[in-house]
């Protein structure tokens, strides 16, 4: 395994390379260069992606699992291979075990809204971190307002990383089900999930990950990270949006009612009640999003091509040399990356200058960051963060481009300092 | 690159307008709680979290005082204190009669489709508050 991955984070990354397959990049923006730093909203689509999607839509359209024909056939091969690459991709046992969805946010209400509703009652406890996006609080707090059970938020430090000791006290007996974001969207900081997961086992409670951060710049293995259920969006990883999917492990899905009733979930329908297609296809209920799924395939045939521990290594690099020049900016907050291992993803305050006027004029500069609650409102109370401005990096950003985004901040302090 | 670039570009807004809007943000108009006031009215943007509460006293029909509080972006804060400023001491169908081009006029700047909410922020805290009017006239909800 290890000389595996040394292996390949050997293999060369070329990053002028790869930004051609990204023709955003070539847009000037305000007169400037697209430097596009707003990665963890969204990332950009390279061509192979799009073309895929184009293919799909204009030379091999048509409905899946319906159709005798031709056209029918190879749309239904291809969004069953596009499963599969999805399942090869994280390491998953089988690709029955991949159920697409529109995006991690779905996926994360399709784990409420099925196993939790068939296994939660009063007296249960799910336990996540303070950390989550909202769609990994809000979907836990409708069904507990329904069923009676508890939430309950392991704290950060205020260091910003996980307090674990937290964790040890508040999962229980009770605790049902433990699920953590495997990579922050707001530090970056990249969670100690395996702990976090011996903690869920040891009470016998299921364990969930929201992979919508970690996945697009991190070789995952669902195997290896032993998680019961793993959520991701195909937007922020090169895909198209409108598409991601859950893993789950099989044994799981099939002791799950379907999420959602219609067309193609089915066996058979009668009127006294249904029996349910094989998996995936019980939890994929109506017609597909055949293209898009075609396009979060071919996303991560992408990605495994570059090699994701090539990509992790370079954007490590990338990230070490963004902090060092960050943190020798004595105006600047910065927070997190303080402890422990993080992605490239930067959250930060520029004295002096609210971060809805700082993204703006950094957007005149050709710069695009984004600012706000990063929908992660409960973080960032407890962090004492208001709003901060965002800077999040990918595989086809370069230094020069972080050097813009200091070079732009010390401008940002400078104007509102008149 | 040059630093001169830089400047250029992010001053192309006038630079002197730039400075009276800093002026406003730092050192805002009618900043403060009023006590007395018969009128009060509080919104935020919960997109960018800008927070105004505008408060006035009124008396046949003339705005006597008028002060805010609140918190967030330049163009907001900024905006706050140019329209209280502006309505002091204005009767009440001022703040009718006020249009958002005239408060866009006022702020100077040029506010692109993504400050929008932020440039009118006050005008809409300051019209529901006196008339009841929280949405614009004609305006896709």
């Known amino acids: ?418 | 690159m040059t630093d001169d670039a830089f400047k250029s570009d992010l001053l192309d807004v006038d630079p002197l307008m730039m400075d009276i809007l800093l002026d406003h943000y730092k050192h805002p108009r009618n900043f403060g709680e009023l006590d007395g006031a018969n009128v009060v009215y509080e919104e935020g943007n919960p997109s960018c979290g800008d927070q105004l509460k505008i408060m006035a006293k009124t008396k046949d029909g003339v705005i006597e005082d008028i002060k805010f509080v609140g918190k967030g972006c330049i163009i907001s804060q900024a905006a706050a204190s140019i329209l209280t400023d502006l309505v002091k001491g204005e009767k009440l169908e001022r703040v009718r009669d006020l249009t958002k081009d005239e408060m866009l006029e006022n702020i100077g700047i040029p506010i692109g489709p993504m400050r929008l909410k932020c440039a009118l922020l006050a005008l809409k805290v300051l019209k529901a508050g006196v008339y009841g009017q929280a949405s614009w006239p004609g305006e896709e909800e």
Request: overall charge neutral; some cysteine.
């Open chain 1, 1 to 418: 395994m290890m000389e595996a991955i040394s292996e390949r984070a050997a293999k060369q990354f070329d990053v002028e390379n790869v930004r051609r397959d990204f023709s955003v990049l070539e847009r000037k923006i305000n007169g400037h260069a697209l430097c596009y730093l707003d990665n963890a909203a969204t990332s950009q689509r390279p061509k192979a992606v799009v073309d895929a999607v184009v293919e799909s839509l204009t030379w091999s359209n048509a409905n899946i699992h319906r159709a005798i024909h031709t056209l029918g056939y190879e749309a239904t091969v291809a969004y069953e291979e596009a499963h599969k690459k999805v399942a090869r991709f994280i390491n998953a046992k089988s690709w029955r075990e991949i159920v697409f969805v529109r995006n991690a946010t779905e996926a994360l209400n399709l784990v409420a809204g099925s196993w939790g509703a068939a296994n939660l009652r009063a007296g249960d406890e799910v336990v996540v971190t303070i950390m989550e996006h909202h769609s990994n609080i809000v979907p836990w707090q409708l069904l507990a307002a329904r069923l009676g059970f508890e939430l309950k938020f392991i704290p950060v430090t205020p260091d910003g990383i996980l307090d674990l000791d937290a964790a040890a006290k508040l999962i229980t007996r009770k605790t049902k089900l433990v699920g953590a974001v495997h990579a922050s969207n707001v530090l970056g900081a990249i969670n100690p999930v395996e702990k976090l997961r011996e903690m869920a086992r040891s009470v016998g409670a299921r364990f969930l990950l929201d992979g919508a951060q970690s996945i697009p710049h991190m070789a995952v293995d669902v195997r290896a990270l032993d998680c019961d259920f793993f959520a991701a969006s195909g937007h922020k990883m090169c895909g198209p949006t409108g598409i991601g999917f859950l893993y789950a492990k099989k044994e799981l899905l099939d002791g799950m009612p379907p999420f959602l009733g219609g067309g193609d979930m089915i066996a058979t329908v009668t009127t006294n009640g249904s029996t349910w297609n094989e998996l995936p296809w019980k939890f994929e209920a109506g017609t597909s999003a055949v293209a898009e799924g075609i396009g979060m395939g071919a996303a991560v045939d992408y990605l495994s091509n570059i090699g994701m521990n090539s990509l992790f290594e370079y954007e490590r690099e990338l990230g070490g040399y963004v902090l060092e020049k960050l943190r020798a900016l004595p105006y600047v907050t910065l927070y997190g990356h303080k402890r422990g291992e993080s992605l490239a993803v930067f959250s930060l305050n520029v004295e002096g200058v609210h971060p809805h006027d700082g993204a703006n004029l950094l957007d005149r500069l050709g710069i695009a960051v984004r600012s706000g609650h990063h929908c992660a409102q409960p973080l960032m109370n407890v962090l004492g963060m208001d709003n901060t401005l965002r800077a999040s990096f990918y595989f086809y950003n370069t230094r020069e481009e972080a050097d813009r985004l200091v070079h732009a901040l010390g401008e940002l302090k400078r104007v509102f300092d008149r």
